[in-house]
């Protein structure tokens, strides 16, 4: 297998490159500043005590399968190309892991 | 530096092994260590028979049964079929997607140290204190009671050869992803290669689980845990479960690839292409995927309660679909053909009505109220040794013969494998049918013995001789074996003469390089294409050029050894405190291995044009 | 070598870490196993929230849990997966220094949060909540501490990674690299976001 295969054009625009680059990071810092946010309204609702724990449970885990997706999405690059095969792992991998979950919450005591 | 054609000594050619990380070599390895675990997981099982074969034997009596019974499970399942299957896939999947080798040749070897070291570990056990004894599922509620060290054998030992099984999985996910050569879309791919793709997805979400057992049992027995312990509030369940997440999974990582292997042969030996090549890659991915919503149906009888265990029950049902439309298209793919009756082919065509048997018997243990009367009797010992026995081994049988020539370069005897093929299908029926009906009559598996006049002793006794018929069976593959590598015929690149995929369009056994040039891939059946058309090889996508090599390793090796060192360690500590210093630095040994490997740079080596061509003119290719 | 060739910004491919056959095969393969690490992790998750009210006399969840501890924990972990972040893109950008820079921030970040997580356990021994107190303990420290086990791999990975290249700089040889063992730096923190929800938060609640 041949090692080389840069873009094909040695004078890729660097200028447009690292520019796009930047954009990337500016979301990745909203995407930060949003996670931060979300982590600071989990433990708010948890140390509020007037929310009762049916709505804060169901409350912060979806907080957290959020800010999970933005860890994926912005911070692992799964939004870019190229990411097709990593996406069926990982969803094939979630679907197990949510069957073992759920089952380990209702069958393991009857 | 010419690595081709070299004359070795004997202390040259084991150090090639030790540190190879070609996949035709490891796949020489998986067979020949899988084939001796096989052949101890054998003479175990007649240990067994021999106990059974009259009332109120005492031939292996109480607790050794108990070892041996369980031994011969844990050693089939881990230590006989999965290297095997891993043995079939190395020595032919890189080669049917024109790869030069596989995505990771260093992980390759590290998966089969791994392996090879859990399963010496396990077996030590023999010798230092008596063997596990709690079953092959080592459920917690035995095993945590279970004197001695034979249980952490199997804990650590599992847990090693475990992590070697989850790294070949990966690595083959990865080669069939970023491997296959030009034109190798995935629906050319052949079926072999898609069941190695599918199995490789199910060993790595099925492993995981049980390496997650097996901590909380290795916790428990060893480091005061209290998982599976009542008394603090653990719960036995839990074992189960993981175990059975990981293990039905488990039944298809080891059947999917048989199947791949009868696909292969089928349509070789009818001369026609496999019927219904799409609804076979579907049927298998729809396997694979069911494959993880039925584990509780080996609980039924846990009291997981009605709704859990309809849910599981019509899952498990379902499963029968997919198998049909692949029996259905096994049987179309012959119909019509120009059918030649090889050894590989008896073996495929006496699968179907075998597995179908098994899986009959499956969808009736699935009825969970039925299941009640069948659970724990030899009925259900009948279902799963009709279908690992009737599936897996004679997909490793066919395959074995089937692909020797490929991996060796020599046609096994046709004359010797038919009568092996006989003497074992004889003698699996004649095992495992009659116990269908003992179990029906009421004999529970796993006890040591029985008494008289309970009408089990004709059973018992057909079934003890159908078990050296099979026994019989393999010595004369032996023999096969050693008289073909004595003086067998030198077998051809397409060695049956009607190959259909890329692996008989090159040499038998290949070069280390496997394609002089990467091959143009024109269609499904790819060689099959070019021989209708006149070719004699196959149409390369590149010109002839230098070929980069990985380098060689004996790093695999010793970050093995040092987890079968730490294992050690680890599982004494109670007794001798410096025992704990053992084991950390068993696992010093293997993190300073995988810093040396992170550290040097391995760029591998080239293998230069002329040699290729010298080696290429010297008739490899004929 | 190829793939240790000298390249300058402009001659750095866009997606350094894909760029040759081996770097492909990385990624591909490292995003596999997080699949299964996914799987891993459900399951040690899936077993703790079987046995998180299994206290067996010993201290509860509630009892043990500090809100502040906890916060300051995760808030350094967040923190390093964006700097991490920022070392990939200084990567992108082929500014071998910056990276380093990020990447050794991320590693203090990384072992300020293994610091507090090895206090905070030897506080709660120290409270009578040792791993064999009770099934909940157990499961506790089994699936913490798999983390910070991780946390750990990763610090020493990360590290090895900048010594070792430290002289050299940035090639397609050692590109994949980097970026594959900042995918597992993310992954972690992944899993601490679960962690610090369903263990700590959802055990405060009760």
Redesign the interface.
Known sequence: MEQHTNSGNPNVDLAYRRKKNAEDMKHQVISFVLMIFLTLIAFFAVGYDKFSPWFSVPFILLLAAVQVAFQLYYFMHMSHKGHEVPSVFLYAGVFVAFLTIWAFMTIVWW | MSTLARKKGVGAVIWDYLTTVDHKKIAILYLIAGGIFFLAGGVEALLIRIQLAVPNNDFVVGGLYNQILTMHGTTMIFLAAMPLVFAMMNAVVPIQIGARDVAFPFLNALGFWLFFFGGVFLNCSWFLGGAPDAGWTSYASLSLESPGHGIDFYVLGLQISGFGTLIGGINFLVTIVTMRAPGMTYMRMPLFTWTTFVASALILFAFPPLTVGLILMMMDRLFGGNFFDPAAGGNTIIWEHLFWIFGHPEVYILVLPAFGIFSEIFATFSKKRLFGYSSMVFATVLIGFLGFMVWAHHMFTAGLGPVANAIFAVATMAIAVPTGIKIFNWLFTMWGGNIRFTTPMLYAVAFIPSFVMGGVTGVMNAAAAADYQYHDSYFVVAHFHYVIVGGVVFGLLAGAHYWWPKMFGKMLSEKLGKVTFWLFFIGFHLTFFIQHFLGLMGMPRRVFTYLPGQGWETGNLISTIGAFFMATATVVLLINIVVTTVKGKKADADAWGDGRTLEWAVASPPPEYNFAQTPLVRGLDAYWIEKMEGRKGLTPAEPLGDIHMPNPSILPFIISLGLFIAAFGFMYHKQHSWSLFVGIAGLLITLGSMFLRSVIDDHGFHIHKEEILEAENKGVKA | ????EKLT???F???PE?????G??K???F?????????????????F???RD???NGPTAEELFK?PLV?VA??LL?TS??TS??AM?HM??FDFKKMQLWLGVTVLLGAGFLGLEIFEFNEYVHEGFK?????????FY?LVGTHGAHVTFGLL?IL??MI?NAKRGLN??NAPKFYVAS?YW??I??VW??I???VY??G???
């Open positions: 070598m190829h793939v240790e910004a402009e001659t491919p866009a997606s894909k760029a040759t056959l081996e492909k095969n990624f591909i393969g995003w596999t196993f997080l699949g299964g690490e996914t799987v891993m992790f459900a399951s040690l998750f899936a077993t929230l079987a046995l299994k206290t067996a809100m916060f995760t808030m967040l997966s964006l972040v920022y893109y992108k950008n791993f064999s107190t009770s099934a909940f303990s157990s499961s089994t990975w090895t990674l070792r397609l040889y995918l993310h992954f923190d992944v976001v679960f610090f929800t369903v938060l959802m405060m609640v009760g």
